[in-house]
């Protein structure tokens, strides 16, 4: 079990033109415990309707910078890089498909991701574009 942490995130999201979307989510953590890791993270995203209310698809980027007490100077730096699916499932709902990969020494070979999300409340149809790949962090 990891020590306590806070975060403090920064989600934006634009229609750039028609089709085109653009989501921003910008992360800092900190653990407040243990090794007192810290954690400064970017996901970004654009992405291009084929197909009205239904289908989607992009290029998805991640950036992390982590560190540790003790060990501040030598930072975990990845950078993950690669295509996203978006499938629209009735009208509150979608399945995101993302395969990422890494691009840094530390990034993993791969990351997939698969979401499922059901939009609750709100206007429909009015939801911004989000990078799949820090939903769930």
Do not use: C
């Amino acid at each position: 079990r990891g020590g306590d942490t806070w975060e403090v995130k920064l989600l934006l999201g634009e229609e750039l033109a028609p089709r085109w979307h653009w989501g921003l989510n910008l992360i800092y953590e900190q653990e407040a415990g243990q090794g007192r890791a810290t954690e400064i993270a970017w996901s970004q995203g654009v992405s291009y309707t084929f197909i009205d209310q239904k289908l989607s698809g992009g290029l998805e980027m991640r950036f992390a910078h982590e560190t540790a007490k003790g060990s501040r100077s030598q930072p975990e730096i990845t950078y993950m890089l690669g295509p996203s699916l978006q499938w629209r499932v009735g009208s509150r709902g979608h399945i995101d498909f993302v395969n990422m990969f890494g691009v840094t020494r530390e990034a993993p070979k791969v990351e997939s991701f698969i979401v499922f999300s059901l939009d609750l409340g709100g206007v429909k149809g009015n939801g911004h574009y989000a990078p799949a790949s820090l939903k769930g962090q």
